[in-house]
């Protein structure tokens, strides 16, 4: 009988995708799966998503294929140890449990968002409605850590050569166009025409991210719906010709591979897609648009008023 990690081997191999990414590259893309792979259990011990649930399927198929390319290349396996230092994984806190776990016990955790970050920052957001807005160029600041830093004004994808079909024009009175012969992935790139606000939130209530975020407070909005239209409605007016717009964030394979970070279509909008290394965070987003394309940007400060009334603070 064949194996669940033959099938993804054999699936792999009809399709090698991943033939022309670099040593170091290969390894990164092992990462970032590893990022996804791993949670933090109730104990502080760090754990794996079951092969047969949900996204877990996808996780275990994607790193099924970037070990058996290891494989395939003759080369050794990097130690596990090294490369999950490198990884965006979960801090383990065994044999004490995780410290955010008291704190967000008995708490709705489901049709929520969640805004992680410093005590004092929170409380006057929840008492004031006192927001920070930030510029999407300034996550580039090489001073953020690995969970926030980005670059969110563009995002790409890598398609093997296999898939490409490139046409050049033939000589004068020969044939229209001579085909020609692709080496290696060819990168394509969605940029973004203008600077553009973006205000993060998660749809995710978890111990790991409190750590990511290096945040000892968490805002959960229990009415997600009343303070998006709220924060939405605050910024368009204090932000003549701009708009807001509202909704997860979808996360992308750089190979568009089949499975929940997929595209059917193929279109990516720069402003609403991360790379899948973000996927864990399930991040949902406010974005704010210009009628024109702007930059640079500075920040920009709103007020909403208490929001006593959709939103409750646990504090670590």
Known sequence: MTTQQELWQMQYRAKRYLQHLSH??????????????????????????????????????????????????GETLPRLGPLARTAQVPRSTWPQPPQALKAIMGRKTTNVLAKYGKRQHLLETLQKGLVRVAQASSYTDPSLNRAIKDNELEIGVLIPASEVKVKI????????????????NVAY???????????????????????DFQADACLIITRPKEFIERLKSTFERAM??????????????????????STPDGNL???????????????????????????????????????EDCCEMVEL
Request: charged share 20%; glycine share 8%; with cysteine.
């Open 240 to 261: 003549p010709g701009w708009s807001g717009v509202s909704r997860p964030v979808q996360y992308v394979d750089p190979f568009l591979q089949a499975g929940p970070l």
């Open 24 to 73: 170091e590259d290969l390894a990164q893309r092992f990462n970032d799966i590893l990022a996804n792979l791993t949670v933090l259990i109730e104990d502080g011990t760090i754990g794996c998503l079951r092969p047969s649930e949900g996204e877990g399927v996808y996780w275990w198929t994607v790193c099924t294929h970037v070990l058996d390319e290891w494989f395939l290349r």
């Open 169 to 184: 024009p033939a000589y004068s009175g020969g044939p229209p166009v001579v085909p020609v012969q692709v080496r290696g």
């Open 189 to 211: 790139t969605w940029r973004s025409k203008t600077d553009y606000y973006v205000y993060c939130l998660s749809m995710a209530i978890d111990c790991r991210l409190f750590d």
């Open 269 to 307: 909008d720069v402003h609403l897609c991360k790379h899948f290394r973000y996927s864990y965070q399930r991040e949902y987003r406010l974005v704010g648009l210009p009628d024109q394309a702007q930059r640079p940007l500075t920040p920009v400060f709103l007020e909403l008023g208490s929001l």
